[in-house]
């Protein structure tokens, strides 16, 4: 019989060593400009050998004072900013915003707009999750993930071109509408894309899902309790992975979508391969939503015909004061014109939920706008998730968050 | 709105007799005062169910307005989906400073340090209450309503750098614009910074 090999613990051991004899720790500064960190996000790490015994994430770097820009400008000229939040998903956020004044004009909008929104909402989620798995697959050392998620992107962009006539920045969403119908047959394409990129999805996760190499760096790496995903204010797929069933588009519906069917995929453990599992199904389901939207593709205005009624000038001056008169001219020098109170709208975007809190004292300037980002919440567990992990792991941790510096920073 | 969440600010009212309305568009909105404000929240965290702390900012009223300062919390609750929103006044408008609330929530902490950052709100017990956005030593807080929107000129964070280059940070030109729109009774001539800006015109070029 042979003896048994047991394997020494070296890592454990190193606590029994006398502390004249232990090494110092390490201070090691990871970004703002490092090919893991999506962005100029820095860490700072104080490292035990390979371990990390503090993290420290500095963010600001990409701070352009949005919320200082809106309190500068009417509520339509705000629209190309909320681009340039979340950078992968600027459909979604585009709506976000628009739903957001809209619930302060008290404005109702009609049933094509709703589905329209939807369709490009859940586009740019499907866009933001295949950047989001191609990057995380290069960041653990997978690089044909990125080639074939980048493939469907780009015919996805396409359709964003032609429907917006911008690829990247496409500011679509108005206070009250869009910024123009849908081209003809657009609805058609999209549901064309749709068929033939079921199957190419399940390519693209049939490289990860049962892939050795990825399942080692990913799973029982990062994990984060339900609780904690809540204390800390996480949400979407990050909070999802985690086991928190919450979905701003089931719990508490905007735009219509009480009326697609659609299901809300939740991990059990909160590693990074239960966030990386939530985002492959969350794309599955989008396409389900698009191809229910596309089906029962409602007629009708693509604008809120009471929007001017909304914003209208006071009656009684229109017969004594120019202003009054060149109302077209009015809107948009002095902007829609806002009844005063307060607001809060979230919406579920792929990084999370998106937030606007809007006060306003009348007029067509926001008095304040504030902007919640989902991964400025998201990123503030970092400190708590890398300790005591390797450095290697911390970028697998930081792939699986999927965070976007544009919108972190304002 | 649910009807949960009317039936919680109800019942917040009953344990807190302080608590007054708060006039708002959509969700349930209370004024608590900055006494009661941790106790409030907890309350509305253990009992009520409103288990998340989604959003935590300030609002600044301008130079003048007393109190300047209203800090508004937005919790979310995942048990009855539904938001409530809880304001406290700053009861100092020229030290503004309300209880940290890190301790019910570690979300707030990164919140907390923004609205430190950005106006200037001082959170007592805070664990770490640095800047977060803008660099550590930066003089100003940014979103308050006196700051311009072109910004004020500053030094480099990086006294050595600053030193090498001799560059500062520098405001931005045409008064941050420009933009058509100003809020408030102002003329056209000052609310459009293009028309401010007479170092150019069509005999003299643009400088570069």
């Given at each position: ?347 579920e975007n792929p990084k999370g939920a998106l937030g606007f809190y ?53 | ?176 614009g420009p933009f058509v729109a100003s809020p408030g009774e102002i ?22």
């Open positions: 019989m042979p003896p048994e090999l047991t394997i020494p613990d070296t890592a454990a051991k190193t606590a029994e060593i006398p502390a004249e004899f232990q090494t110092e720790k390490m201070s090691l500064s990871m970004g703002p400009s490092h090919p893991s960190t999506h962005g100029v996000l820095r860490l700072q790490m104080e490292l035990d050998g390979e371990i990390l015994t503090k993290a420290d994430p500095i963010v600001g770097y990409l701070h352009r004072g949005d919320e200082k820009i809106a309190e500068n400008m009417t509520y339509n000229q705000f629209v190309p900013y909320t681009d340039r939040l979340d950078y992968l998903a600027p459909l979604a956020n585009n709506m976000a915003y628009s739903i957001a004044v809209e619930k302060l004009a008290k404005l109702e909008v009609p049933a094509r707009v709703k589905a329209i929104r939807v369709i490009t909402a859940e586009l740019a989620r499907v866009s933001s999750h295949l950047m989001g798995l191609g990057a995380f697959g290069i960041d653990v050392g997978a690089w044909t993930v990125f080639l074939y998620s980048f493939t469907e992107r780009e015919k996805l962009y396409k359709l964003f071109e032609e429907l917006t006539g911008a690829r990247f920045t496409t500011s679509y969403a108005r206070i009250g509408g869009v910024a123009r119908d849908v081209p003809e047959g657009w609805t058609q394409r999209v549901d064309e894309f749709c068929d033939q990129f079921l199957p190419i999805l399940e390519n693209i996760l049939n490289l990860l899902t049962r892939n050795k190499i990825f399942t080692d760096r990913t799973v029982d790496v990062g994990i984060i309790s339900k609780e904690d995903a809540i204390a800390y204010g996480l949400t979407g797929p990050n909070a999802r992975g985690s086991g928190v069933k919450t979905d701003l588009r089931k719990d508490t519906p905007y735009s219509g979508y009480e009326q697609y069917e659609f299901d809300v995929p939740v991990g059990t453990k909160g590693d990074c391969y239960d966030r990386y599992l939530v985002r492959g199904e969350e794309m599955r389901q989008s396409v389900r939503i698009i191809k229910q939207a596309v089906k029962h593709f409602p007629p009708g205005p693509w604008y809120a015909p009471e929007a001017k009624r909304i914003y209208a000038p006071q009656k009684a001056k229109v017969l004594s004061s120019m202003e009054e008169l060149i109302q077209n001219f009015m809107l948009v020098t002095e902007g829609p014109q806002m009844p005063a109170g307060e607001v809060y709208f979230e919406a809007i006060v306003s004292k009348g007029g067509g300037v926001p008095w304040r706008l504030k902007i919640r980002s989902p991964s400025f919440c998201n990123l503030s567990i970092l400190p708590k998730v890398c300790v005591g992990s390797l450095v290697s792991d911390v970028v697998a941790i930081l792939g699986s968050f999927d965070f976007v510096m544009g919108e972190c920073d304002r | 709105m649910s009807t949960t969440a009317v039936d919680a600010k109800s019942a917040l009212k009953a344990q807190f007799p302080a608590v007054t309305d708060r006039a708002s568009l959509d969700w349930p909105a209370v004024n608590v005062p900055v006494a009661e404000v941790v106790a409030a929240l907890k309350y509305l965290r253990d009992t009520l169910g409103f288990d998340t702390l989604t959003d935590l900012t300030a609002v600044d009223w301008a130079e003048g307005a007393s109190p300047r300062f209203t800090v508004v919390y937005h919790l979310y609750s995942t048990v009855h989906p539904g938001y409530f929103r809880v304001a406290t006044d700053c009861p100092d408008d020229a030290e503004p400073a309300v209880p940290t609330v890190v301790e019910l929530w570690p979300a707030a902490n990164w919140h907390e340090r923004e609205c430190y950052d950005l106006l200037g709100v001082k959170f007592t017990g805070h664990p770490d209450l640095r800047r977060i956005l803008m660099w550590e030593g930066y003089p100003y807080h940014p979103l308050r309503k006196e700051f311009p929107l072109a910004g004020i000129e500053v030094p480099l964070p990086d006294a050595e750098i600053a030193a090498e280059t001799g560059t500062k940070v520098l405001p931005a030109p045409m008064a941050g003329n056209l001539t000052e609310a459009e910074p293009r028309a401010k800006d007479e170092s150019w015109n069509e005999r003299k070029a643009k400088p570069e």
